[in-house]
């Protein structure tokens, strides 16, 4: 047996991708105290810069998905596949990897199928109800395949499946104690509530422009606004942090803070953002996107709001936001119920789970070669 266990991630794009890889590494190495990891990402995406932030490498594949519209990106992705292939071939003779680890996202469709042509087992980890084309190509290879909803043997091998649900940031956990210390990070006023406004880590335009709409109603309704307005929007946004009360933010990098300083929380709802604001606990008006596969955010947010554990109010929707919003405001019992009934949706264990399963492919692995 190796006297060390080489661990392979790949995943990125969104923090949807991101933080689900980082906490499952995480875990591992909680476990696995002298194990190596390497991630490995798309160059020039988010997680170039928040894999490293996270203590861990990674290496850039020149890969990009496909545009809906005729594009350059477009004209040139068989060159960008190519080259990915080929360089994370190159990645895993020189890592020599235990295990290799997916959970979607441009770079984990070549680095998978690569891990999987040399015989290295493979998990994929598939968050929404809906998956993407790279998890469904990936599966008939993979070895374990952990989803957060049920029904999904529609794409995926059943004998395959494991239902683990969607693995969240361990630093949630803690977050209830963390109030005080979350408003003097923001440098918020103690006695006003706080409204977290989160797009996505990319943004979200339409959430963007309500906000945008809204903060003389906001400032009226007396409340404090942290307001992650997302890369490709920062620019446009950024002259709004000269208004008193309002934080525009292009990202929040401490994100337990953020969720322990605010009192109500609008969101969009994509599968990890959904599970982490279970396990948060506090209320929630998810506006989901209605412009993904399947229109799955709106239904990860039905799921919640059918359990009274969150609002949901469509983009299509959108002009009834303040009567909505200053409801839940101002009705302390609502607040409290939706609260309540979210954080018994929650399911912090998806991580350990996830891990569980990785530790059964290293321990078939090592018995293989031993």
């Known amino acids: 047996m190796k006297h060390s266990i080489n661990i392979l991630i790949s995943g990125g794009g969104t923090g949807g991708h991101i933080y689900p890889a980082i906490a499952i590494a995480n875990e591992l190495k909680l476990r696995y105290p002298n194990a190596k990891f390497l991630f490995v990402g798309a160059k020039d995406k988010m997680e170039m810069e928040k894999v490293p932030q996270a203590g861990y490498e990674i290496k850039g594949l020149w890969i990009s998905g496909i545009q809906r519209r005729l594009t350059v990106d477009n004209l040139s992705f068989p060159f960008k596949l190519i080259s990915s292939l080929w360089n994370a071939s190159k ?3 020189k890592f020599k990897p235990d295990v290799a680890i997916g959970t979607s996202g441009f770079a984990s469709g070549p680095t998978l199928i690569m891990a999987n042509r040399k015989g290295i087992p493979t998990l994929i980890q598939e968050q929404n109800s809906f998956p993407g084309i790279t998890n469904k190509l990936l599966s008939k290879k993979a070895h374990k395949i952990c989803v957060a909803y049920d029904n999904l043997e529609r794409f995926f091998p059943a004998d395959k ?4 649900r969607n693995p969240a940031r361990q630093d949630l956990l803690s977050i209830h104690s963390k109030t005080d210390e979350g408003k003097a990070f923001f440098k918020l006023e103690k006695e006003q509530k706080t409204i977290l406004v989160l797009g996505g880590s990319l943004g ?4 963007n422009q309500l906000v945008e709409a809204n903060l003389e109603f906001f400032k009226k309704q007396g409340v404090q606004v942290i307001w992650q307005c997302g890369k490709l929007y920062f620019e446009e946004y950024k002259k709004y942090n000269e208004i008193e009360g309002i934080q525009v933010h292009q990202f929040v990098n401490r994100m337990d803070f953020a969720y322990a300083a605010s009192d109500i929380i609008i969101s969009r709802a994509g599968a990890s953002s959904v ?4 396990i948060v606990g506090k209320p929630v008006l998810f506006i989901p996107s209605p412009n ?3 229109d799955h ?6 799921s919640i709001a059918d359990k009274h554990g969150a609002i949901l109010l469509k983009e299509s929707e959108l002009e009834s936001f303040p009567i909505v919003f200053e409801t839940l405001l101002k009705d302390k019992g609502k607040q409290s119920n939706l609260s309540e009934n979210i954080k018994e949706l929650a399911l912090p264990g998806a991580t350990t789970d996830i891990v569980n399963e990785v530790e059964k492919l290293l321990k078939s692995e090592f018995k293989y070669h031993t």
């Open 91 to 93: 990645i895993i003779r």
């Open 297 to 302: 955010q709106t239904k990860n947010a039905k």
């Open 292 to 294: 993904v596969s399947e």
């Open 204 to 207: 979200a335009r339409k959430i």
């Open 275 to 278: 599970s982490e604001l279970c």
């Open 161 to 164: 499946i494991v239902k683990t």
